[in-house]
């Protein structure tokens, strides 16, 4: 049965898009939306139609915060930077309300990393509903970049380039499920599998990572879980589904937590 349980995540993670207007602007950098549920770290885009047959993309944006009694969700409006052609000219209009945000933005498409390929094959085969981008492909930009060890702003870089909305991770007998572009723990799913051959710092057929002399990221992961369990806690160092489970899992000398820190991974 444990197989089975993640195959009832929320629709929103299964690649389902939410559309709500502009309700009104806080700041030209803050947006609020009315809408029914959403949680915080969920990003997407603000739309705007022309007519029925154009519209442009005006901002990224990332749900900030959401308020249950108002049912009223906050934006923080990013810069939308994926489809920048230098050559062509650029609207500058800025969001106003009536705009249209769509979340969820890109979640069709999404990225496993898994400790080996038993475990791989047999979530993507189970997750039927996502256009999977092979790991070996993030695999090739890591060695590009020279990092073995995937950084914080390697996954995000990479995500935008693929139009890759999702990033599952498994890790610690549970799938977590995180936006691609801001990082934001959406779910955790407990489950178990068997792992398989195992590959470091996650499976590809990709059998070695070039790494740099030295910096950031250079150094070669020794714990895919401990590293990887590192990596969303201090990305979400305020998340309420994260500290639990990790208590729950992990003594406090087998990973870094911090409630109340706002550190980056390295």
């Known amino acids: ?19 709500s207007p502009v309700l009104r602007l806080i700041t030209p950098y803050q947006a609020v939306i009315s809408i029914d549920a959403i949680d915080v770290g969920v990003s997407g885009v603000v739309l705007r139609r022309f007519d029925a047959g154009h519209s442009t993309i005006l901002s990224r944006c990332v749900v900030t915060s ?16 994926e489809l920048i052609q230098p050559s062509l000219p650029q ?13 969820a933005y890109g979640y069709e498409r999404a990225l496993l990393l898994a400790p080996g390929d038993d ?11 996502l256009d999977w981008v092979h790991p070996d492909t993030f695999a090739a ?10 950084q914080s702003s390697d996954i995000q870089e990479f995500c935008t380039m693929n139009a890759v909305g999702l990033l599952y991770i498994y890790a610690q007998e549970a799938l977590f499920t995180l936006d691609c572009r801001s990082l934001a723990l959406l779910e955790i799913t407990p489950t178990s599998f068997p792992i398989g051959t195992r590959m ?9 990572i070039d790494a740099n002399w030295f910096g950031e990221g250079s150094d070669v992961i020794e714990d895919y879980d401990r590293y990887y369990l590192e990596l969303i806690a201090l ?20 990973v870094a937590f911090d409630q109340n820190s706002s550190e980056k991974a390295p």
């Open 235 to 254: 990305n979400n160092p305020k998340n309420s589904k994260l500290e639990p489970y990790l208590k729950s899992k992990m003594s406090a000398k087998s």
């Open 119 to 129: 475990a791989y094959y047999a979530l993507t085969k189970r997750i039927t509903t």
């Open 1 to 19: 049965m444990r197989y089975l349980l993640f195959l009832f995540l929320p629709m929103l993670l299964m690649g389902g898009a939410v559309e």
């Open 200 to 208: 470091l710092p996650f499976h590809s057929r990709i059998e070695k």
């Open 91 to 103: 609207g500058r209009w800025g969001v106003q309300e009536g705009d249209n945000v769509v979340l």
């Open 141 to 150: 930009f890591l060695s590009y970049q020279g990092h073995p060890s995937p």
């Open 66 to 81: 959401f308020d249950e009694e108002t049912r009223e969700a906050t934006l923080s409006l990013l810069t939308f930077d």
